[in-house]
């Protein structure tokens, strides 16, 4: 993940910072039943920290690490943090029972590269979580692809959520590794259909970006 500003709320019991976490992953081995990571994008995404605090309610013996950027951590999350280094967030994605994540492909293709096939939700441009729509696009790609889980509302996120903690095998895949093969072919052939149907400059250059991306981490 990279760096951003630091715009944490200090004020959830829960909140901590990269230095804690880090601390604890050389003192011992670090698992929560869920993992969800928001990115370090700027724009807010309290849809989905609703969402994920009205499933923490409702199960309250599930242990919960929120990654949550520049948005307000999730009150009833076991531990909240604003950022941390990509590759400890790999670690805890590994040890974790489900994984939840924005739609974005770094965040997707992250928690591929350590074997897990995560629950995506999209941010949406019309609540002003994200400049544009293409984190949808990318999303029902990977989706169709068998690369991730897409969850459309909050009901679907818990369903899901309940699917991959009684039934964890189904959200596990092998890892993805630097290579190009029948897979990243597919993923491809589905970003290029994109252009096809939304042929706008934004939609080109992202296209171009992420089929680089693809070839370069997705294998079977």
Known sequence: MSDSQNMSTPSLQQQGSTSDVSGELQNQSVSYDLVVSLGTDYHKFDRLVEWVESYLLNHPTVTCLFQHGFTEGAEHATKNI???????????YEEAKVVVVQGGPGSILDAREVGVI???VP???EFDEVVDNHQVQFSQVMENNGEAF??????????KIDEALNNPQKYLGSRRVPGADQASENLSAG???LAQVQAG???RKFIRRWRQVIRGIVRS
């Open 82 to 92: 604003d950022r941390m280094p990509r590759s400890e967030l790999l670690k805890i």
């Open 150 to 159: 897409v969850a459309i509302d909050a009901r679907d996120l818990a369903q």
């Open 201 to 203: 400059h934004d939609m």
């Open 118 to 120: 995560p629950i995506a």
């Open 191 to 193: 970003l290029a259909s």
């Open 123 to 125: 941010r949406l441009a």
